[in-house]
């Protein structure tokens, strides 16, 4: 299914204001947290989606920001809510493979943009934002755990993508299905383009990337799931999401 197609007409149910879908409570708390302080800091959000990370790093003193998305809806819908909030962040819509900066930024961050990425799309979008960054500048981002699709083989809540016939080696750029689930119980429909663990290290290398990046691998932890069993407890110690952290 065409990826545009999936955002444009779902960019009401994604839109919140609150965490709400799995991975606000898996994997975007830390990358907040990942970011550090953030205060005067210029950001470039790509895969902005209808802006809820730009929102909390903006109520974090984040600097400069500048939001970019595939989706036309998503991107309407952050500029409607920034036009309540008054953040200052400017949403642009743009396929982010076709994208070139006009400036130099502080910090990037990808929050599960590059599981809607073949590995060659992907390897231009590092080689733009490595472009993008000032020297020292670092570049986040949070991606499926490529282990995830073919660990979990259960299609249900609150979080899969069908892998089924499909191997880890042979189909990168093979694209899964999946749903994952707000706490409400509503599921949103989610895509993965698979990639080795390989792909994302020789991919950042191949930019132009010149140090080891700081992975984490985040899971539902115990802690997480005495929060509220019956949602979180079907992950508890999976590999979910991986967390990639990375100066120019
Ligand atoms: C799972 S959503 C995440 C949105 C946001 N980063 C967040 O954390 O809430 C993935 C977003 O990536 C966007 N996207 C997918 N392919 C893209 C592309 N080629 N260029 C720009 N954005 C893209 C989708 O439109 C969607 O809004």
Redesign the pocket.
Known sequence: MD??QV?DSNAEK?LRLAPSSLSDFTA?PLVFEACGNVAGRSVL??????G??ARELKRRGAGDYLG????EQ?IQAAQLQEAQDQFGIDFRA????DFEPTQQFDLCI????FN??RVE?MNRVFAMVNRALKPGGEFIFSVPHPFFPFVRSAQAAPFYFSAKGKNYFADVDAQFEGEIWKRGGEPLH?QCVHKTLTDYFSGLRGAGFSTLPEIQELTVTPELAATDEAFFAPLLNEPLHMLFKIAK
């Open positions: 990826t545009q955002y994604w975007r959000d790509i895969g902005c989606g209808e809820y990370c970019v998305d595939l989706s998503m743009c396929n982010i493979v990808a929050v599960f943009l809607y990425l799309e989610v």
